[in-house]
């Protein structure tokens, strides 16, 4: 039981401190796209962006490159934690689920500790999504609401209570619920085919190449509930504008406006974004992984 004890609480030491490392390699690299991506989505009526390079020159031309990394603060201070909850939590249920820690889980059983991976997350994921995508959908050419982080927080409790702080969670928690089998077994399945021996660490290319996949598996499978999400989390409560913000509603309101094609408002910046941005995240877990197990392993992950 000891050497159990102490295995899995190395384990754990590990997977925090590699999606930290990961999930701050992911915020740098995705912001731009994610940024995009969410003015898109948010859009409704008359649209400001007529689509994603649109959005792009606007945004470039009315708040400088930099106005593609608003809301940065909030992801580049918490990705580190969410990334360390994500892998934890994942790393825990895999081995919960597994009868043999020494042999690696089979592909049904990495889509499963997926599903577990996904409600528990997305408890820590909401109020800093919410933070981050009311901050994004500010420019210029918008009435500007918020002054940063900490502003979006003390005005949201004001005028919305804590609950306010969770606005999107059923719909995160279904995207998670439908995005994580996928991404967690896009990820396993291409870098097993990749790396036929699972005693080796995996090369840097497959790590990049199998955490492409897994983000694009991902937003592939939950895409329309994360437009939903935005809606609702993008969504400033008015007295004077009463607006329901229940999911079942807001998934109505979307194809009664703008049909099938209004859930996957924002979809290719999102992929596109999807393939960097979780490359180097696994590989910043994966890298770190290796460092804290073996100098060798890390060695042969940099080959």
Not at 36 to 41: G, N
């Amino acid at each position: 039981y000891g050497d159990f004890k102490a295995m899995t609480s190395r384990q754990t030491a590990t997977s925090i401190l590699g999606g930290t490392v990961g999930g701050v390699f992911q915020a740098v690299v995705g912001q731009p796209f994610d940024t995009l991506k969410v003015r898109l989505q948010a859009q409704e009526g008359k649209a400001l962006y007529k689509g994603p390079m649109d959005c792009l020159v606007k945004t470039i031309k009315n708040e400088g490159p930099l106005g593609l990394y608003k809301g940065l603060t909030p992801p580049l201070f918490m990705a580190g934690f969410l990334n360390a909850v994500l892998f934890t939590t994942n790393s825990f249920m895999k081995r919960l689920i597994s009868s043999d820690p020494s042999t690696p889980l089979s592909l049904p059983k990495v889509l499963l500790a997926g599903l577990m991976t996904g409600p528990v997350y997305c408890f820590f994921l909401t109020p800093v999504d919410l933070v981050k995508s009311r901050l994004q959908i500010q420019s210029t050419q918008t009435s500007v609401i918020y002054r940063g982080p900490f502003d979006v927080i003390s005005k949201t409790l004001k005028n919305e209570g804590a609950r306010g702080m969770f606005k999107g969670l059923t719909a995160t928690i279904i995207t998670r619920i439908l995005g994580h089998p996928a991404y967690w077994g896009s990820y396993e399945l291409v870098k097993r085919t990749l790396n036929t021996d699972p005693l080796a660490p995996p090369k840097v290319y497959q790590v990049l190449v199998a955490g492409s996949a897994g983000g694009i598996g991902f937003w592939t499978a939950c895409f329309p509930f994360d437009v939903v999400k935005t809606k609702l989390q993008t969504q400033v409560n008015d007295p004077k504008r009463k607006i329901s913000s229940g999911t079942w509603y807001t998934v109505q309101r979307i194809y009664h406006l703008e049909g099938i094609r209004g859930f996957y408002k924002g979809f290719l910046p999102c992929v596109l974004r999807a393939a960097p941005a979780n490359a180097v995240a696994f590989f910043g877990y994966e890298l770190t992984t290796c460092l804290l197990y073996t100098s060798d392993a890390a060695d042969d992950l940099l080959c």
